[in-house]
Every structure is written in structure tokens, then in C-alpha cells.
């Protein structure tokens, strides 16, 4: 009994020992030209081809040319029809959306980001837009427009899922490009927001997302009163609407 014991022992510290050495199976996503796609894991890597073993556990030889790509399965969120998720690498996107105030006040944007995924979870990035919109200072309307630079996060909170939830923010600094509705300056640009990623099959996925646009300026012009008295309008205001934008994310 003693030495059947030690002979379970050794067993089973050996095959734990070969289960730890033992290499972890490769994930692949294929793409044929045709369109057809297959998910599995790699058998055997030939000179033209690539043995895979797909989830019927049918094994498959795919040649090299008739693909459209491969990826690793290491560096994807794989869902079910084929849509997947990149979790790492460089992304670029770009959205563009409006909003509007009650007094018929409207703000259009357009921007474009690329960044970086620290993690599947957390992304960061910089990116460069343009604001034009108008707004009424103290009964006067104006046309003011904005270049803002700016610092972009996105964190997703709920992990994988074809239509992912984000948070995502961006903060930097909005510079003036028009001038003739008065003198105003740049100001603190911040843009708060939640959003939804959607997988596809390709390198393009679609974006919708809600955002708060919040824009200080500061500036002074000469206006013209009832009795056509001149008036000097000095303003230190900010910009707060809400904004619902669209997009695409390449990567």
C-alpha cells in the first residue's frame, strides 16, 4: 500500500509537471477572399497551408493564398458568425454629432482619435476636432467656431460582449478659427460621454455615443442697441449642451 501511494504521488507530480510544459493551443481567425471565415485552433503550420481544427472538431487544411487574413485569437474577442473585437494594438476613429439648446441654440462636431489599448478594458489616445455653433450673450446672437486638441481615454466596464458599453472622456484646449462676430478667445475644452462599439467582421466597427460638450470662452463686441445706441458686450461664458454623435473605428 505505501508504495502504491508514492507511485499515485509520482504520477500525478509528473503529469501536473507535463500539463504546465505543455504549449498552450493557438486560436486562429481566418478570412478567404470569398468570404468564408473559419475559427479554430492550429493543428500544424505547412510552407503553403495551415492545419486548423474548428469547432466541430473537423480538421481543415487552409492554403495561404486564398486568404484574405489571419489573426490570433490571443489579440481578439471572437463572437459567434465570425464578429470579433480587437483587444490589442493602435486604433483610430472618428465621429461627428450635434446638439442643441432651448433658446434654438445648435453645436456641430467632427473629430478623429488615435490612441493606443493599454488593456482589452482601457484604451487612450489624442485626437484633434472642430466646434462651430451658435450662441446667444446677453440678448446678441453669435457664430463662434473651435479647433480643440485634446487627450482621450475610454474605459469599457462590462467586459465582452458583441455591443460593448464604454465610458469615455476627452479634455484639452479649444482654439478660436472665426473672428467676425467679435474678438473671442480659446478656452478649457472637456467632452464627458458613454458610447457603444459594435464587432463586425472587419477592420471597421460603428460607433454611436451621447456626450456633454463643455467649452470656455471669453471675448467682447460691439453691438447696436433698440435706439441704435452702441453697446460693448463683454462675455466670460461656456459652452454645455449635449451632443449625439456617430462614428467608425478603424482597428
Do not use: C
Not at 152 to 170: E, I, M, N
Not at 239 to 249: A, E, H, P, S, V
Amino acid at each position: 500500500m505505501r508504495y502504491l501511494t508514492v507511485f499515485v504521488l509520482v504520477l500525478g507530480g509528473a503529469l501536473g509537471l507535463l500539463a504546465q510544459t505543455l504549449p498552450e493551443q493557438e486560436q486562429v481567425y481566418i478570412k478567404y477572399f470569398d468570404g468564408s471565415i473559419y475559427i479554430g485552433t492550429v493543428v500544424e503550420r505547412e510552407a503553403y497551408s495551415i492545419r486548423v481544427r474548428i469547432a466541430t472538431q473537423d480538421t481543415i487544411n487552409v492554403q495561404y493564398s486564398l486568404m484574405k487574413k489571419m489573426l490570433s485569437g490571443s489579440d481578439l474577442m471572437i463572437f459567434p458568425g465570425g464578429k470579433y473585437h480587437l483587444k490589442t494594438g493602435l486604433y483610430l476613429f472618428s465621429t461627428g454629432g450635434a446638439g442643441g439648446t432651448d433658446d434654438g441654440a445648435i453645436t456641430g462636431q467632427w473629430d478623429i482619435v488615435g490612441g493606443y489599448r493599454l488593456t482589452e478594458d482601457l484604451h487612450v489616445g489624442a485626437g484633434l476636432g472642430t466646434e462651430g455653433g451658435d450662441i446667444q450673450i446677453a440678448g446678441f446672437w453669435y457664430s463662434q467656431s473651435f479647433t480643440s486638441l485634446f487627450g482621450y481615454g475610454r474605459y469599457y466596464p462590462l467586459g465582452r460582449s458583441k455591443a460593448r458599453p464604454y465610458f469615455d472622456t476627452r479634455l484639452g484646449y479649444g482654439m478660436p478659427r472665426n473672428q467676425w462676430d467679435g474678438d473671442h478667445t480659446g478656452g478649457f475644452h472637456f467632452q464627458p460621454g458613454i458610447g457603444v462599439e459594435f464587432a463586425s467582421r472587419n477592420n471597421f466597427r460603428f460607433l454611436i455615443s451621447v456626450s456633454q460638450y463643455v467649452q470656455n470662452t471669453r471675448g467682447e463686441a460691439t453691438e447696436f442697441g433698440p435706439f441704435s445706441q452702441q453697446v460693448e458686450n463683454r462675455y466670460n461664458v461656456w459652452y454645455n449642451r449635449t451632443l449625439f454623435k456617430i462614428g467608425l473605428q478603424f482597428k
